[in-house]
DNA sequence: GTCTTTTTTGTTATCGGTAACAGTCGCTCG
DNA sequence: CGAGCGACTGTTACCGATAACAAAAAAGAC
């Protein structure tokens, strides 16, 4: 009970010293002696003495909090990128605040906003198309910065993550040259996930460089299995029926995977699936997934490793590019015959 | 430039006022006129003062960050029980901050310890069964704590959650009901997930009650589809050869029916599959698993809104078990005629 | 029109630490 | 043997707000 009430001024009247001393010998800071520190820290023990944070950071201007946006923790993708940085960050004695935005930025700019008061040690935001607000407040502050997920041209400051045209582009060459020539893209309404809008943009520009026409499936819900299953049911009644099914991304594909099997409609004999993302799902399916694989983890772990030296003041390279091979699956082929376009 | 250096003395000056008013004013507390009020809103919002949160917790003693610790993000489990806090938090005005644990008590212990330096307004633990330090430093602090996830005899504080023993016996009841009488319990290694320990024990005491034996398979890996494949793979070399095979959970499920597939063993035909949670894969697979339903975005809502009542000093009921129903999926079936122990 | 009340505004002390500077003390060195 | 130096330890002045109380101004009461 006495426990919660000891501050530090207590630790030093009973050490017998100054509170600066504790302070110091408490933080582990050169200028005591190791006979008092050790004095002291058994001293601070016993006595349930806890540091305050607050009183910390303020003092000090800064405090060791990294705050990070993601969209969402449903989608494993960003599980396993905040994964990736949470263990270097913790172990540079950072701790990590997490929201996610949902997809909506004027909810990331908001958040901003009220992060900003805690004077963080970093910002981690997922994509780079943020509102306005948002990227100047972020540009004038003298916190790191750093933009996960997509490549900008010109970052607020620290940038690590994948050109998403340039998969879908990736992507879209490899089922041209599996002779695909009747692609559908599936994916959730327009505007909300603006990273699959690239992919979907680069797919559609390959596609277009050999003169085939990309069709855009939307399914109104949320980025998930279902989607990709309802995408799916409804991309086979199209007509001409796809060749060809682009999914958002894997979960969708999965769904979609499933939804085939159920109908009964043959993949990759009558129809053609690739995903995006290369999760581990893909591992245990009998039949494994087309799908680019994008380097999450270790996204994540560059990511970290260069806030702690922008944190720590060492500037390092601003901006990582990873490359996002396409994984040839067997939910697509080249042997099929009836892949010439019906339109 | 002078934004970031604006601060509440600033805002006061340029107003005219004493800094009690912008403190009032900007938090909204009453005290000021509303004239007043207006004015220093305006020009705090043209400086671009932004509060410091640091200060303000400090000298209030409290801070608005509830810290909630999960054992890992990866699992959709725990990313929906967040998911179904978070919206309460955030409404209520309290920011979260995020740990995984990794499944270790000592982690967790140590991530309080750390937390308690923050004078949160709340915490969450995962599971009631924690490291023995930390349980008693939580006793004695003032700081309303939430166990989520499993139900305590005793529970620090706050409790919601589910019986996973109670969950694992009705599975077991409900297996028995179908006739199978040679069940195997696929895992992790013993003492990793102590709340899939209790439903397997659960699982077990149902099954003696009939007279027959669990059979026990650890698959040293993390609880993913992948542990699922290979304990499926296992277990189907076990002689006599399992009936019926309980998952860890719906992801190991999963990985085992793939499995089955793969292998071209029939499921339910020549052997069944329960799995627990009710993830949302179920929506999407042709054949639905058979697995115990959690109310995980539930549960995280209800214990929000206690939390919340809670930090306001509001007491509600501090315990709630919640019910897990059975779902009777595709992956069993009472059909079969080759069910008898061949033990 | 004067005396209360109530509202609005300001003052002072404090929250729990840390930085920067100022002593102290014991030794080394010339 | 006193200056000079390095290793400790202490003092003072904040960090940027809020609580509690005090004072001043406005609104009512009679």
Redesign the interface.
């Known amino acids: ?1 006495s ?2 009430i000891a501050k530090i001024e207590d630790v030093a009247r009973a050490a017998g010293v100054s509170i600066m001393s504790v302070s110091r010998a408490l933080r582990g800071v050169e200028g005591v002696s190791e006979a008092t520190r050790a004095r002291i820290t058994v001293l601070a023990a016993e006595m349930g003495y ?6 910390g ?2 003092a000090q201007a800064t ?1 060791n ?1 990294v705050a990070i946006s993601v969209p ?3 989608d ?1 993708v960003f ?2 990128i ?2 990736g940085m ?1 263990e270097t960050l913790t172990h540079a004695g950072l ?6 935005s949902d997809y909506d930025p004027a909810r990331e700019a908001a958040w901003v ?2 992060m ?4 963080p040690a970093a910002l981690v935001l997922s994509g780079v198309d943020h509102a306005p607000g948002a990227s100047t407040r972020l540009r ?3 916190v790191p910065v750093m933009q996960l997920w997509d490549i900008a041209p010109d970052p607020i400051d620290l940038n690590v993550g994948i050109e998403h045209s340039l998969a879908g582009e990736e992507m879209g060459r490899h089922l041209l040259g599996l002779s695909y020539r009747s692609p559908v893209y599936i994916g959730i309404p327009r505007g909300r996930d603006l990273r699959a809008e690239k992919r979907r943009a680069g797919l559609e520009a390959a596609f277009q460089e050999a003169g085939v026409t990309l069709r855009d499936l939307r399914v109104d819900a949320a980025p ?3 989607a ?2 309802e995408g799916a049911l409804q991309a086979l009644k199209l007509v001409p029926r796809p060749d060809v099914l682009y999914f958002l991304n894997d979960h969708l594909a ?2 979609g995977l ?2 085939c ?2 109908v009964g409609v043959d993949v990759p004999g009558e129809i053609g699936i690739a995903g995006f993302n290369g999760l ?2 893909n ?4 039949r494994r997934l087309t799908t680019s694989v994008t380097p999450r983890s270790l996204m994540g772990k560059t990511a970290a490793r260069m806030l702690v030296a922008a944190i720590r003041g060492v500037r390092t390279e601003r901006r990582i590019s990873m490359p996002v091979p396409v994984e040839s699956g067997a939910t697509t082929s080249a042997a099929l015959t009836a892949k010439a376009p019906r339109a």
């Open positions: 009970m426990e919660s806890v540091p305050s944070r607050l009183a950071s303020l405090s909090l969402t923790l449903f494993a599980a396993e905040v994964g949470r701790e990590t605040i997490i929201e996610t906003e009220r900003i008061e805690w004077s004038e502050g003298g998930s299995f279902e990709g299953r999965f769904g499933m939804a099997e159920t581990n799902i591992n245990v399916l009998p």
